[in-house]
């Protein structure tokens, strides 16, 4: 990178952009638009180093990692918030208003509600919409652990899976215009995928097989 090169400060190259002194787009650096860490990331919960052994080796049904689907910032405030079991790869995906700490709890507590298998864990990212997911702790007793700050690496499953989901939405799609009918049928074809991960079965007949196995 060019101030590694120069042996430049990184904060002078994004001033000299800022001010018109050099000819390439402050879009195009890569911690352009990057946050810095606030006290709120530094406050929440369980972290991901504390996640048990059992959640890491994914050999249960049951452990989820989540993420919210955004639209076009500025012109949309529905998003959909995806859940991945971490052994079966089998996606959900909800719809929402938009992603408050209140809808996405509402949505996550209609998933708890009608989901026929364990639920044992979350893992999130540190976005303001799963800020409140210990109310769920509380009363269905789940664990949540919060990954480190910018590093999707460590939902990789979820952070694949959105990819597929962008296939069928790309960026700058608005959420309130598609259907609970369209998105069924996407996560129908995402889920019916053999994959190389599971010896190429599906990530349907994984988890299929999984809940059978438990409701023995």
């Known amino acids: 990178m060019i101030a590694h090169e120069f042996k430049l400060a990184t904060k002078s190259i994004y001033n000299w952009l800022n001010q018109g002194k050099m000819d390439f787009p402050l879009n195009d650096l890569p911690e352009h638009g990057v ?4 006290k709120y990331n530094q406050s929440l919960g369980r972290s991901i180093e504390q996640r048990p ?5 994914r050999n249960r049904i049951g452990d989820f990692e989540l993420d919210t689907v955004v639209g076009p910032r500025g012109h949309s405030k529905a998003v959909l918030l995806t859940l991945i ?52 702790e509380s ?9 480190h700050a910018y590093t999707p690496a460590e939902r990789g499953s979820n952070e694949r899976f959105n ?3 962008r296939y069928f939405y790309p960026k700058g799609t608005r959420f309130e215009h598609i259907s609970a009918q369209d998105l069924t049928t996407t ?11 599971l010896d190429w079965q599906t990530p349907y007949q994984v988890i299929l097989t999984n809940l059978s196995k438990n409701s023995d």
């Not at 946050?35 to 606030?38: D, G, K, M, P, T």
């Not at 052994?53 to 080796?57: A, G, H, Y």
């Not at 009363?139 to 990954?147: P, R, S, V």
């Open 35 to 38: 946050r810095q860490r606030s």
């Open 85 to 136: 079991d971490r052994k079966s790869r089998f996606l959900w995906a909800y719809r929402l208003k938009d992603r408050t700490t209140a809808t996405v709890n509402e949505a996550l507590t209609k998933f708890l509600t009608t989901f026929n298998g364990p639920v044992h864990s979350f893992t999130v990212d540190r976005g303001t919409e799963f800020s409140g997911l210990v109310s769920l």
């Open 139 to 147: 009363q269905y007793g789940i664990k949540t652990y919060y990954c």
């Open 187 to 197: 996560l129908l074809q995402i889920n019916q995928r053999p994959l190389k991960i």
């Open 53 to 57: 052994m059992v959640v890491n080796q």
């Open 163 to 165: 990819r597929n989901l």
